[in-house]
């Protein structure tokens, strides 16, 4: 089973809708979650984190639901600079382990084209 | 966040050859870290490169392929050595970020081996 698993996409969705992405995960002891975006031919940048109280950021909406291993990523009033390659990233890391850092678990990612 | 700059930001090489990756920081940074980004697949880790020691490597790389240089707080190289087609592939360095939980991303290096 992958560790880290997402929708496959792609979604093609129009200006204005709005659009979810799910991912789950295998490893009940991942302590942080992180949505990254990618755009075509850059490096994958942080979006957001990811917290079980569930967190907003303008049109972009987090949630995180322990008890299933699920992630979600809404976007609202999608815009034509939405489109990208959306990562799913988990941290396998407990506490202070050294070298914690290191266990980032991304994705395959889920790519989103909004058009006109 | 930090900045983060990679030299070459591409290249094609002939197999066989050896290229070496830099990666430079615009403030000190405890751990980099090497992930190599295949064509249609999710960031895979390399290795974790820390000041002063040598790198830590994950299961299915290893150090005579993918020797890594740490030299201060600021600098890593990588490199791919003996190369493959295979070895095609975006090769980014990255840094710990805000609460060292998060990581950022270098530009990306591709690299084409013919």
């Known amino acids: 089973r992958k560790e880290v698993e997402q929708d496959p996409g792609p979604f093609n969705v129009p200006e204005g809708a709005t659009v979810a992405f799910n991912c789950t995960y295998s490893?009940?002891?991942?302590?942080?979650f992180f949505w990254y975006r990618q755009d075509c031919r850059k490096e994958p940048k942080l979006l957001m984190s990811v917290y079980s109280s569930g967190n907003e950021d303008g049109r972009f909406t987090a949630q995180l639901n322990r008890a299933s291993q699920y992630i979600s990523l809404l976007i609202r009033d999608s815009k034509l600079s939405d489109s990208a390659t959306y990562l799913c990233?988990?941290?396998?890391?407990?506490?202070?382990?050294?070298?914690?850092?290191?266990?980032?678990?991304f994705g395959k990612g889920t790519k989103l084209s909004v058009k006109p | 966040s930090a900045v983060i700059s990679q030299k070459p930001s591409r290249d094609i090489c002939q197999r066989g050859t050896s290229l070496t990756i830099q990666c430079q920081v615009d403030s000190q940074v405890t751990m980099m870290f090497w992930y190599r980004q295949q064509p249609g697949q999710s960031l895979t880790l390399i290795a974790t490169?820390?000041?002063?020691?040598?790198?830590?490597?994950e299961s299915g790389f290893v150090i005579d392929k993918f020797p890594i240089s740490r030299p201060n707080l600021t600098f890593s190289t990588l490199t791919v050595s003996n190369m493959s087609p295979e070895d095609s592939s975006i090769y980014l360095c990255s840094v710990e970020g805000r609460g060292q939980e998060t990581q950022y991303f270098g530009p990306g290096t591709r690299l084409l081996v013919l």
């Open positions: 990233v988990v941290n396998m890391s407990i506490g202070e382990v050294e070298g914690s850092q290191g266990n980032l678990i």
């Open positions: 490893n009940s002891a991942s302590q942080s």
């Open positions: 490169a820390n000041q002063g020691s040598e790198a830590t490597y």
